[in-house]
């Protein structure tokens, strides 16, 4: 079965950095393009980057962009998300998401057929 497993979320302090992995499995990983995707308490959900199946396509929330870097390594079957100078409103579980289609980047979760579990990210002031 499909699995997507987020980790490197943490606390960590405002003007800190953070890089999320996420590491797919049952899937070909290059048949997907992949997104991150936030959600703070009491808060919906929402798009923070997506990138295409080759990794040379990307974009970013406007919220991050500048800050934020996505990346992914398709022989390691995993994608990345580098967050800098995070702050306080950071602070959400961080979600990574496979859209089946080589272009993706799409902004909509609803676009998205498979997504992890979650990794809790903390940015104390």
């Known amino acids: 079965q499909v699995q997507l497993v987020e980790s490197g979320g943490g606390l960590v302090q405002a003007g800190g950095s953070l890089r999320l992995s996420c590491a797919a499995s049952?899937?070909?990983?290059?048949?997907?393009?992949m997104g991150w995707f936030r959600q703070a308490p009491g808060k919906e959900r929402e798009f923070v980057a997506a990138?295409?199946?080759?990794?040379?396509?990307?974009t970013y929330a406007d919220s991050v962009k500048g800050r934020s870097t996505i990346s992914r390594d398709n022989a390691k079957n995993t994608a990345y998300l580098q967050m800098n100078s995070l702050n306080p409103e950071d602070t959400a579980v961080y979600y990574c998401?496979?859209?089946?289609?080589?272009?993706?980047?799409?902004?909509?979760?609803?676009?998205?057929?498979?997504w992890g579990q979650g990794t809790q990210v903390t940015v104390s002031s």
């Open positions: 990138i295409n199946w080759s990794g040379d396509r990307r």
């Open positions: 998401a496979a859209e089946l289609g080589r272009v993706g980047l799409h902004s909509d979760h609803d676009d998205y057929d498979y």
């Open positions: 049952g899937l070909t990983f290059t048949y997907y393009a």
